[in-house]
């Protein structure tokens, strides 16, 4: 009966444990990676507080052209549009796709440069599967950017076109 009972205990415990580490996965490295990063921390810190400048410059820059966009030719187009009786339901669909990809973009980089600051604040030589771990997530986090930036690119090259297409309605 003993034995029933820890093996239940036990399979609990193992299902306790997946769950989570769905919700909080730690990636296993290897011996040599965990001798680099403790080797190379020094370095790779240095790097990511490159990055981290970099990431900031651009999306400063980044961020004020889509506002421009948004403020300077998105809306106040629609605005005439609607001032004509020519309101464009394409147009105002993407100007609300845009606005809300825009708010995405900037709480995306927020938890990017958040996380960021938690990974560059790290000791990778005390711990450097954790900090590897991190920088996991520091790199998927990073990817969302960079799908951000697509989709306002989309939404900024379709909006090129429902504008071409109204001008030759018009």
Known sequence: MKKKSLSLYIIIFM???QVFAVVAPVVAINEKKEELIKERCD???DGLKN???EDAKVRVHLGSKYELILNNYIMPLNVKL???NLSNADLV???NNFVDAKTTFSNDYISYQQQLEELVAMDCKE???KF???LVKVRQKRKTMDQDTMLLRHLIS???RLVTKLKEKI
């Open 158 to 160: 379709k909006h090129i």
């Open 82 to 84: 609607v001032e004509k």
């Open 15 to 17: 299902l306790i444990c």
């Open 93 to 95: 669909e993407n100007q």
């Open 51 to 53: 990055v981290q400048r």
């Open 132 to 134: 590897y771990d991190k």
């Open 43 to 45: 370095t790779i810190k």
């Open 127 to 129: 711990e450097p599967e």
